[in-house]
């Protein structure tokens, strides 16, 4: 990774599990997992799990702030979901990294949450 005084975390291989969405049920047995790479400010990955069967996404990290562009097919009938986020990244008490994801489906505001595994 080139390291870049703006970046305050790096995400190039951790993995990360949704815990929770206001947009849809999370699966507590079988959540959405999403493995990240990361070069500089350019932040990319995979995501599978839940309601989705694949998932890509590409991005930018400035300090705590990643935005990214997604697309992914839903495992219910194969349609594909595209959008963008925000996600806040904090590290907690717990030492493990969290992602606070904002973003919006049908015009309606929504957030998730994403932890470290």
Not at 38 to 60: H, I, K, N, P
């Amino acid at each position: 990774m080139t390291h870049d005084a703006a970046l305050a975390h790096d995400l190039d291989g951790l993995q990360f599990r949704m815990v929770s969405s206001t947009a849809s049920r999370v699966d507590p047995e079988a959540p959405t997992r999403f493995a990240y790479r990361q070069d500089g400010a350019l932040v990319w990955g995979s995501y599978l799990g839940d309601t989705v069967t694949q998932g890509r996404f590409v991005g930018e990290l400035q300090r705590e702030r990643l935005s990214i562009s997604f697309a992914h097919a839903l495992r219910t009938d194969g349609t594909v979901v595209r959008g963008e986020a925000i996600s806040r990244v904090e590290r907690r008490t717990d030492g493990l990294l969290y992602l606070v994801e904002s973003f919006a489906v049908d015009g309606v505001d929504h957030e998730s949450v994403c932890v470290q595994v």
